[in-house]
């Protein structure tokens, strides 16, 4: 069995490169996913679900120590994009509100009408 660091709760780490070294040994038909999973001790559904996310179309990236697919990846970083935009609209309505505000107090006070 091959030795895998743990979190301090005890939890095994998979890194990326962990999951793609094995599952590529899967893919290339060197061992079943039974027999990688008696000779890793992790459970079958748990490989299977790596060897899903490689084997999609677009690709798997790594954020974070975990596989994610490409797609979703592109679809976190379109709506960042949009909110980043969002954001910079509110940012100039808010500017050109003080703007407003700052004329209108300074009329009021030329034209000498109390603070309230």
């Not at 980043?84 to 940012?91: D, K, Y």
């Given at each position: 069995m091959v030795r895998i660091a743990r979190k301090s709760d005890g939890?095994?780490?998979f890194t990326a490169?962990?999951?793609r070294e094995h599952i590529g040994r899967v893919l290339r038909g060197e061992l079943t996913l039974a027999e990688l999973s008696r000779k890793l001790?992790?459970?079958r559904g748990l490989l299977q679900r790596?060897?899903?996310l490689m084997s999609r179309g677009a690709g798997v990236a790594v954020a974070r120590s975990t596989m994610v697919p490409v797609t979703v990846l592109q679809a976190a970083e379109d709506h960042i994009r949009e909110l980043?935009?969002?954001?910079?609209?509110?940012?100039v309505e808010l500017e050109n509100l003080r703007a407003?505000?700052?004329l209108t107090r300074r009329d009021r006070r030329l034209a000498g009408v109390p603070r309230r």
């Open positions: 939890r095994r780490i490169e962990f999951k001790g992790i459970a790596w060897k899903r980043q935009r969002l954001v910079g609209r509110q940012t407003a505000l700052a």
